[in-house]
């Protein structure tokens, strides 16, 4: 079973507006990061938050993190039509494996 | 370029034929892995290496070696191919505690 689960599968926004995806695992974990990946396309790294940290910023992203809860979520501002993409959470488990859920699909339309 | 590179992009496959995918990354990262993408499921932990002369299994090892002999180098082996094994493969590397970089994708179709 996947270690990080998205939700939801799938988002459907306008242009402007925030989109919101959660993540949610099971076991203790190091970090989570969040990639991006484009239709066809290698992932890419988007940002890592540790354990030890509750909220980072990067650019227009800001991810949430709650080890209590088990859960993360990634809020992108303002979105554009180029954020259309599916998304997914992984999560250090180890120094050694980065386990990776099944992802969020985001739609923004123009 | 720095980066991952991944060799071929496309292959097409007979079952019970055997093949290696190249994975070769400039960034002097200790930490390679190699994943598969399935529609609806996401990224998928096949093999990892934490450093030149080691690796280990992840999710689904079964049907697949691998080897690091350098640093820069860690192939995937797929031993006799089967339909299952159709799908796109990803290689990665990072240093510890820090994000992947991954390749472009290798999209393996068997026949």
């Known amino acids: 079973s996947q270690q990080g689960e998205e939700d939801p599968q799938a988002l459907s926004i306008q242009e402007g507006e925030n989109a919101t995806m959660n993540c949610s695992y099971k076991?203790?974990?190091?970090?989570l990061q969040w990639y991006r990946q484009n239709s066809g396309r290698g992932l890419v790294h988007l940002i890592l938050i540790r354990s030890n940290e509750r909220e980072k910023h990067s650019g227009r992203l800001r991810v949430t993190l709650d080890t209590s809860k088990k859960s993360s979520s990634l809020l992108i501002t303002a979105s554009r039509a180029a954020d259309t993409a599916s998304y997914f959470c992984?999560?250090?488990?180890?120094?050694?494996?980065?386990?990776f859920g099944s992802g969020t699909r985001l739609l923004v339309r123009p | 370029n720095a980066g991952v590179t991944q060799t071929p992009k496309f292959q097409v496959l007979k079952t019970g034929q055997s093949m290696t995918l190249q994975c070769a990354q400039d960034?002097?990262?200790?930490?390679m892995s190699w994943y598969r993408q399935d529609p609806g499921m996401g990224l998928r932990l096949i093999h990892y290496?934490?450093?030149?002369?080691?690796?280990d299994q992840g999710e689904v090892p079964n049907g697949y070696n691998v080897s690091r002999s350098t640093t820069e180098d860690f192939p995937l082996r797929l031993l006799s191919a089967a339909p299952s094994q159709t799908s796109v493969y990803f290689c990665?590397?990072?240093?510890?505690?820090?994000?992947?970089?991954f390749g472009s994708g290798t999209r393996l179709t068997v026949v």
């Open positions: 076991t203790s974990i190091n970090n």
């Open positions: 990665a590397s990072r240093f510890q505690g820090s994000g992947y970089t």
């Open positions: 992984a999560t250090d488990v180890s120094s050694y494996k980065l386990i």
């Open positions: 290496s934490v450093g030149a002369g080691i690796t």
């Open positions: 960034m002097n990262h200790e930490y």
